[in-house]
């Protein structure tokens, strides 16, 4: 069974930083891409940032320059360093990974940004 957990979310000042972090455990094979997702109260959840098997990385526009993702493949770990924080950033944030047979999601880590 294949598990995603991640770690890191908080409080913070607008301005400040947070590292999350996303663990996959369980017969992985083949990991695709990896990435990260967020859902602020009333809207869709959408894409932040994801990362392929081979480094390629996307961002969505309003985090572009703030937010770095990275991956570390032998332990199965995606980063999302956010740094310049705004309030607008607040939301869950979800972990995807995505193999060549499956899509798993993580429960999220909340992350808040105080003004």
């Known amino acids: 069974q294949v598990q995603l957990v991640e770690s890191g979310g908080g409080l913070v000042q607008a301005g400040g930083s947070l590292r999350l972090s996303c663990a996959a455990s369980g017969s992985i094979f083949s990991i695709n891409a990896m990435g990260w997702y967020r859902q602020a109260p009333g809207k869709q959840r959408e894409l932040v940032a994801a990362i392929t098997s081979g480094g390629s990385t996307n961002y969505a526009d309003s985090v572009k320059g703030r937010f770095t993702i990275s991956r570390d493949n032998a332990k199965n770990t995606v980063y999302l360093q956010m740094n310049s924080l705004k309030p607008e950033d607040t939301a869950v944030y979800y972990c995807?990974?995505?193999?060549?047979?499956?899509?798993?999601w993580g429960r999220g880590t909340l992350v808040t940004v105080s003004s």
């Open positions: 995807k990974m995505v193999t060549t047979s499956a899509t798993y």
